[in-house]
């Protein structure tokens, strides 16, 4: 069946599955830290954020549906076959079982679980993410359509539960916000920006961005040019539900709680600062019931690209491997996996954003493969030393090296060597022969 169009609702409804997919852990506990840290200068770092965190898995989705293609390796394969498989099996480890799975248990442990404990340790942490992680696994080994459908009751139901934060927040302040830390003193936008890189949402978008392109052609839409045009209108809405919870989880830092480790810790404060035991209720339910999706549409991804690699290997055995890894991972604690994973979001992000870029302006550049290659290699190259630092694992001749590139101090040190890269790409490959399709 082909038809000429959706309507609206059924627009409407894709938008709602991709927003509970995208509406995860690093969305819930970035922004309120990002507040609390930011100070008074939270509206530049707020910014940054939504670059980032919104604007830019937007994008990626976009990027990935404009392709046409239902391979998460579509674009990176125009750098090189060899660099898209490792590089995607490197993303999807990092959004599955390495990094975004296990946090979604840990921030539904700290923000829906602690607040009700007398004592917090390991293994009431060890407890809860078994039972969490049992029912991601049944969920994700026979999917049917839960994340469509828990999306249309819960998306609802958690973006009322910040509403209200929200105008508690606004019209009933416990405060006022507060002198900035040091990383956000001078250069809150970019801080805010590289903040942004913890959600993985630009990461995600490579697979939930394929996800869209399959829900649409179900519906009978199979033309390129009615595609996109109905993914513009998905992604504006996503926009919309984007903007209408991050200010709860910012606004809502104007208050006095000592020092705050995480985000986590800040949100179900502030939700028992408002209203008490019942805040803390309601939200421990909008938190766990939105991590969830997210949690078996990344661990369902994972195991269908696996899968696809090893195919003697069955899918529910790859969901059960990867569901393990996760819970194993888990029961490092929140602040660990942060930090953990900040070294690999580092490397990883900016060659994300310059291949979105790169596909976006794909024919501006006739395709050629030596525009991806030299680009996105020297990226890596940046991107790479970035990550090394993080880690404290730098040498300190190439971190000297590395702060002589323009914008290193704002750590966008990739941004320059990613347009040299592209321009002598171009310049040194003109040829019909060299171009991508």
């Given at each position: 069946?082909?038809?000429?169009?959706?309507?609206?609702?059924?627009?409407?409804?894709?938008?709602?599955?991709?927003?509970?997919?995208?509406?995860?852990?690093?969305?819930?506990?970035?922004?309120?830290?990002?507040?609390?840290?930011?100070?008074?200068?939270?509206?530049?770092?707020?910014?940054?954020?939504?670059?980032?965190?919104?604007?830019?898995?937007?994008?990626?989705?976009?990027?990935?549906?404009?392709?046409?293609?239902?391979?998460?390796?579509?674009?990176?394969?125009?750098?090189?076959?060899?660099?898209?498989?490792?590089?995607?099996?490197?993303?999807?480890?990092?959004?599955?079982?390495?990094?975004?799975?296990?946090?979604?248990?840990?921030?539904?442990?700290?923000?829906?679980?602690?607040?009700?404990?007398?004592?917090?340790?390991?293994?009431?942490?060890?407890?809860?993410?078994?039972?969490?992680?049992?029912?991601?696994?049944?969920?994700?080994?026979?999917?049917?359509?839960?994340?469509?459908?828990?999306?249309?009751?819960?998306?609802?139901?958690?973006?009322?539960?910040?509403?209200?934060?929200?105008f508690s927040a606004v019209f009933g302040p416990l405060g006022s916000f507060t002198a900035p830390t040091e990383v956000y003193d001078q250069?809150?936008?970019?801080?805010?920006?590289?903040?942004?890189?913890?959600?993985?949402?630009?990461?995600?978008?490579?697979?939930?961005?394929?996800?869209?392109?399959?829900?649409?052609?179900?519906?009978?839409?199979?033309?390129?040019?009615?595609?996109?045009?109905?993914?513009?209108?998905?992604?504006?809405?996503?926009?919309?539900?984007?903007?209408?919870?991050?200010?709860?989880?910012?606004?809502?830092?104007?208050?006095?709680?000592?020092?705050?480790?995480?985000?986590?810790?800040?949100?179900?404060?502030?939700?028992?600062?408002?209203?008490?035991?019942?805040?803390?209720?309601?939200?421990?339910?909008?938190?766990?019931?939105?991590?969830?999706?997210?949690?078996?549409?990344?661990?369902?991804?994972?195991?269908?690209?696996?899968?696809?690699?090893?195919?003697?290997?069955?899918?529910?055995?790859?969901?059960?491997?990867?569901?393990?890894?996760?819970?194993?991972?888990?029961?490092?604690?929140?602040?660990?996996?942060?930090?953990?994973?900040?070294?690999?979001?580092?490397?990883?992000?900016?060659?994300?954003?310059?291949?979105?870029?790169?596909?976006?302006?794909?024919?501006?550049?006739?395709?050629?493969?030596?525009?991806?290659?030299f680009s996105v290699t020297l990226t890596a190259i940046v991107s790479a030393m970035d990550g090394l630092d993080e880690a404290n694992l730098?040498?300190?001749?190439?971190?000297?090296?590395?702060?002589?590139?323009?914008?290193?101090?704002?750590d966008l040190g990739w941004v320059v060597p990613a347009l040299v890269g592209a321009a002598i790409g171009y310049l040194v490959s003109r040829?019909?022969?060299?171009?991508?399709?």
């Amino acid at each position: 069946m082909n038809t000429s169009t959706l309507s609206t609702k059924q627009i409407f409804f894709i938008g709602l599955m991709l927003f509970s997919l995208f509406f995860g852990a690093g969305n819930l506990i970035f922004p309120p830290f990002l507040g609390y840290e930011a100070g008074e200068n939270f509206w530049f770092a707020m910014l940054g954020f939504l670059l980032s965190g919104v604007g830019l898995p937007i994008l990626g989705v976009l990027a990935i549906v404009y392709t046409g293609s239902d391979d998460a390796e579509a674009i990176s394969k125009r750098v090189h076959p060899l660099f898209a498989t490792l590089f995607t099996t490197l993303t999807f480890l990092a959004i599955g079982p390495l990094f975004a799975v296990p946090r979604t248990a840990a921030v539904s442990y700290e923000i829906g679980v602690t607040p009700f404990l007398d004592t917090i340790g390991a293994f009431s942490l060890l407890v809860f993410s078994f039972l969490y992680f049992a029912i991601v696994y049944w969920l994700a080994a026979t999917p049917g359509k839960f994340i469509d459908r828990i999306g249309k009751i819960i998306t609802p139901f958690l973006l009322v539960v910040l509403a209200i934060l929200l105008f508690s927040a606004v019209f009933g302040p416990l405060g006022s916000f507060t002198a900035p830390t040091e990383v956000y003193d001078q250069f809150a936008l970019f801080s805010g920006f590289t903040e942004g890189y913890l959600t993985m949402d630009t990461i995600a978008a490579f697979v939930f961005g394929i996800l869209v392109l399959e829900a649409i052609r179900s519906q009978g839409v199979n033309d390129p040019l009615l595609t996109r045009k109905i993914t513009w209108k998905v992604s504006i809405m996503l926009r919309c539900c984007f903007r209408s919870f991050i200010p709860v989880a910012t606004l809502a830092q104007m208050l006095t709680f000592g020092i705050m480790e995480n985000g986590g810790q800040i949100l179900q404060l502030t939700a028992f600062e408002y209203f008490g035991l019942t805040g803390n209720v309601l939200l421990a339910l909008a938190i766990i019931l939105a991590c969830i999706p997210t949690a078996v549409g990344l661990i369902a991804s994972c195991a269908r690209y696996f899968n696809r690699w090893f195919p003697s290997v069955s899918y529910r055995l790859f969901v059960f491997v990867l569901t393990f890894s996760s819970f194993f991972i888990a029961n490092m604690g929140l602040d660990t996996l942060i930090s953990f994973s900040l070294p690999v979001l580092t490397f990883i992000y900016p060659i994300i954003i310059v291949l979105i870029v790169l596909a976006f302006t794909h024919n501006l550049f006739g395709g050629r493969t030596a525009v991806y290659r030299f680009s996105v290699t020297l990226t890596a190259i940046v991107s790479a030393m970035d990550g090394l630092d993080e880690a404290n694992l730098l040498p300190n001749f190439l971190d000297e090296l590395r702060m002589l590139l323009p914008l290193s101090q704002l750590d966008l040190g990739w941004v320059v060597p990613a347009l040299v890269g592209a321009a002598i790409g171009y310049l040194v490959s003109r040829k019909p022969r060299n171009h991508t399709t």
